[in-house]
């Protein structure tokens, strides 16, 4: 399993990726921030969330209306 976690690390995906669990590869950096989201306190979270929300949302309307 040490191995596998540092094939993985190397690679810069994550061991269900490695192992084929999962076809959604994840950017290390990407896990990462997760990570320290998780680790914010409760308002942090929703105010980090909230512009989240908006510029996915954005990026989602510019999209539909390019094409």
Same mark, same amino acid.
């Given at each position: 399993?040490?191995? /596998?976690? *540092? @094939? ?6 994550? %061991? ?5 669990? &999962?076809?959604? %590869?994840?950017? !290390?950096?990407?896990? !990462?921030?997760? &990570?320290? @989201?998780q680790k914010l306190p409760a308002e942090d979270k929703a105010h980090l969330f909230a512009l989240m929300d908006a510029f996915?949302?954005?990026? !989602? /309307? *510019? !999209?539909?209306? /390019?094409?």
């Amino acid at each position: 399993m040490e191995v /596998a976690a *540092k @094939i993985a690390d190397v690679l810069e995906v994550s %061991l269900d990726y490695l192992a084929g669990n &999962t076809n959604q %590869l994840l950017e !290390k950096n990407i896990v !990462k921030r997760i &990570t320290d @989201i998780q680790k914010l306190p409760a308002e942090d979270k929703a105010h980090l969330f909230a512009l989240m929300d908006a510029f996915l949302r954005d990026h !989602k /309307a *510019k !999209k539909a209306y /390019a094409h």
